[in-house]
């Protein structure tokens, strides 16, 4: 007969990003960023990112007529998830979550390093002449991050939001 076993999960909180979470949102692809709609309908998209360790932010860069822009305009709140999944083992799986506020900032504002960063990152799927003209930065600061690896939790919560 199978016994499934429960385990509880608890949640760790740290004075810092736990190092872990870090690498994973330094080295990750792909980040999912939630937005809410009118009448509080989800709207979750696929992005390119970059992290941004002195700020502690997240900077994504998208079509200024995007869905993603229009729920930001409207409610600044978002949720954002990376993270690295194991088909093996689902137990071995890890992701970061943020939940935050964004900003958009226009691409003339934005620090040339981050730019570069994100176009040396996404190089081999971004055109020589990729228009980030037409673009508009969303910079993501954490008000919590919530590290996982398995079932065990890690939260951080920003002192400076």
Not at 71 to 98: F, K, Q, W, Y
Request: with cysteine; hydrophobic share 40%; aromatic share 12%.
């Amino acid at each position: 007969m199978f016994v499934a076993r429960t385990h509880k999960a608890r949640t760790i909180r740290t004075k810092e990003i736990p190092e872990e979470a870090l690498r994973i949102l330094k080295s990750s692809f792909f980040s999912y960023l939630g937005t809410s709609e009118p009448g509080c309908l989800p709207h979750l998209t696929a992005m390119f990112y970059v992290w941004h360790d002195s700020s502690k932010s997240l900077y994504l860069f998208t079509t200024k007529g995007s869905r993603k822009i229009s729920n930001i305009r409207r409610n600044t709140r978002v949720s954002l998830t990376v993270d690295e999944r194991n088909a093996v083992s689902p137990a071995a799986n890890r992701g970061v979550m943020i939940q935050g506020r964004a900003m958009m900032i226009e691409m003339e504002l934005v620090d040339e390093m981050i730019t570069l960063e994100f176009m040396e990152k996404y190089i081999k799927f971004l055109d020589a002449g990729y228009p980030l003209g037409n673009r508009i930065a969303i910079r993501i600061t954490p008000r919590v991050v919530l590290y996982w690896r398995g079932i065990q939790f890690y939260r951080w919560k920003n002192p400076d939001v």
